[in-house]
């Protein structure tokens, strides 16, 4: 079974990790270790797709992200 794609990164200007589901609009979340950060993603998804249920909103299927990206320098 496909489930959202997740990301995790550090930011700086945070202070801590932020992880998000790109497939779910502005479903965020912070921490301060990457695990931290995806225990709130997951309070955050449910959250987001219990909102969009109860306003009928659509709600988007999972699409799978294979590519890699690399900061620059």
């Known amino acids: 079974m ?3 794609h997740i990301n995790i990164f550090y930011s700086r200007e945070d202070g801590g990790y932020i992880a998000d589901i ?12 990457p695990e ?3 225990a709130e993603l997951k309070k955050a998804k449910a959250a987001w797709l219990k909102a969009a ?3 009928r ?3 988007p299927k999972p699409r799978y992200r294979p590519v890699l990206y690399q900061g620059v320098g």
């Open 22 to 33: 790109p497939d779910l609009e502005f479903c965020s979340a912070f921490g301060t270790s």
């Open 36 to 38: 931290r950060a995806l």
């Open 2 to 4: 496909k489930d959202y």
């Open 57 to 59: 909103k659509k709600i």
């Open 53 to 55: 249920k109860a306003n």
